[in-house]
């Protein structure tokens, strides 16, 4: 069982992010890139972290944009693995 | 302009494909895989086909599930690239 983040972890976590909110619990962003080869060559770079932690996101590509939304499932939260990727994540963004 | 298909049209070509349906006018297939690594490779192969044929699938991945929507948003509905993209997602699965 991983741990779920206290709100005030979350809180914390999203003043160090960029480009990231809650929506209903998990944690998201919405990317647009140049063209469908950009989005889906990010998405293949970041299919690769998420497979070497073992934690994956929930995520939907509709030609250049890409909606990610992730959350820990056996946590019923966010957990320190969603914060892992979504800072994978904004440093593959140079962000 | 693509041009869209009539619904005997569409109706005719549901009935060669396998595993779609029609859902809100768009043509949907869900599909479940072993594991994350082999749905992305999966989506990285029809990847591959939807920029040759510069049609790109409304998609979204969770872990081993993918669920795909076609359209054509130039048809305003679906159009034959939906269905050559739906030919070639079943060619790739092998169904």
């Known amino acids: 069982m991983t741990i779920k983040l206290t709100d005030q972890e979350i809180s914390d976590a999203l003043a160090q992010l960029k480009g990231w909110e809650l929506r209903e619990g998990k944690l998201c962003a919405d990317l647009e890139f140049e063209n469908f080869i950009s989005a889906f060559a990010f998405m293949t770079k970041i299919a690769m972290h998420a497979e070497k932690i073992d934690h994956h996101p929930e ?37």
Chains 1, 2 share one sequence.
């Open 59 to 95: 995520w939907r590509n509709v030609y250049r944009n890409l909606s990610i939304a992730l959350t820990t499932h056996d946590a019923g939260g966010l957990s320190a693995k969603d914060l892992a990727l979504a800072h994978a994540i904004d440093q593959e963004l140079g962000r």
